[in-house]
C-alpha cells in the first residue's frame, strides 16, 4: 500500500487566499484524521472522521477552517481566507477500526503532511 | 480534562548511552497510550503502543515503555541508542468509548545523539 497521500507537499500563498489541502486515506481504513503542527502549539487534533462522517470538530480553529469526506478515498481541509497565524505542517491520518472486535484502538497511519506559509 | 505531557524539550546523548523519555498522562478511567518518533523530514511512524496487558510494551527499534498506573506515567526507554535514533519523539494518548481515536499529543522531545 502507497500509505497515506498528501498533496500539496508544500503550498505558499498570501493572506485572504482559500487553500485546499487533500488527503488520500489507506484503503480499507475507517478513521480519517487531520493534525496540526506548530512549534507554539504542537500536535493538534482538527477533526476526525467515521465511515466519511465527521465526529469531532471541536479542535477546528475558527469557521474559516472547513473539512469534507464526500467518500471513503478523499478528503480535504479548506481555509478560506487564510492568515499568517495559520502556517504550519497539516497531517493527515487513517486508522482501522478494531473497537468492536475488542482489540484496542488501531494504530494512525501518517501522511507525509502540508507545509503551508500564507505570507 | 485528558491531557499528556512530556518533561524534555531536548535531550542530547552520545552514541551508546542510555534513554529514558518521560511521559505522564492525566485521563479518566480507560487509557490508551503511544510513542511516535518524526525523523527529520518525516512523517510520524507509531514506535509502541499500550491499552491493555504486560505493562512493559516492546516497539520497533529497541524501543520499550513501561506503563505505571500509579504514577500516570509511560517512560520511552532505549539501552543504548544510535545516531539514527536522531528525531523527535512524542507521547500520547486516547481514552476508549465515545472518544476512541483522539490522540492527545504531548509536546515533544527532540532527541539528538552525538556520534
Known amino acids: 500500500d502507497a500509505g497515506v497521500i498528501q498533496s500539496p507537499r508544500h503550498e505558499v500563498t498570501e493572506m485572504g487566499q482559500e487553500v485546499t489541502l487533500r488527503c488520500k486515506p489507506i484503503?480499507?481504513?475507517?478513521?480519517l484524521f487531520w493534525y496540526r503542527q506548530t512549534m507554539m502549539r504542537g500536535l493538534e487534533l482538527l477533526i476526525y472522521?467515521?465511515?466519511?462522517?465527521?465526529?469531532?470538530d471541536s479542535g477546528m480553529p475558527e469557521d474559516r477552517f472547513s473539512a469534507k469526506m464526500p467518500n471513503a478515498s478523499f478528503s480535504t481541509l479548506k481555509i478560506q481566507p487564510s492568515e499568517p497565524r495559520d502556517s504550519a505542517v497539516y497531517f493527515c491520518?487513517?486508522?482501522?477500526?478494531?473497537?468492536?472486535?475488542?482489540?484496542?484502538?488501531?494504530?494512525?497511519?501518517f501522511g507525509p503532511g502540508t507545509r503551508l506559509t500564507v505570507l | 480534562a485528558q491531557s499528556v505531557s512530556q518533561h524534555n524539550h531536548h535531550v542530547i546523548l552520545s552514541e551508546a548511552a542510555s534513554l529514558e523519555l518521560g511521559c505522564n498522562y492525566s485521563?479518566?478511567?480507560?487509557?490508551?497510550l503511544f510513542w511516535y518518533v518524526q525523523y527529520p523530514g518525516q512523517h510520524l511512524q507509531l514506535l509502541l503502543k499500550?491499552?491493555?496487558?504486560?505493562?512493559l510494551v516492546k516497539g520497533i527499534k529497541g524501543f520499550e515503555a513501561e506503563f505505571i498506573k500509579s504514577k500516570f506515567s509511560f517512560n520511552l526507554r532505549k539501552p543504548s541508542v544510535q545516531w539514527s535514533d536522531t528525531a523527535e519523539y512524542f507521547c500520547?494518548?486516547?481514552?476508549?468509548?465515545?472518544?476512541?481515536?483522539?490522540?492527545?499529543f504531548g509536546q515533544g522531545t527532540i532527541l539528538t545523539v552525538h556520534p
Open positions: 491520518a487513517s486508522s482501522l477500526d478494531y473497537v468492536r472486535q475488542a482489540r484496542g484502538p488501531d494504530t494512525q497511519y
Open positions: 484503503s480499507g481504513h475507517d478513521y
Open positions: 472522521f467515521n465511515n466519511n462522517v465527521p465526529i469531532d
Open positions: 485521563y479518566g478511567g480507560t487509557v490508551n
Open positions: 499500550y491499552f491493555s496487558g504486560d505493562p
Open positions: 500520547a494518548g486516547s481514552a476508549g468509548g465515545t472518544s476512541y481515536g483522539k490522540l492527545t
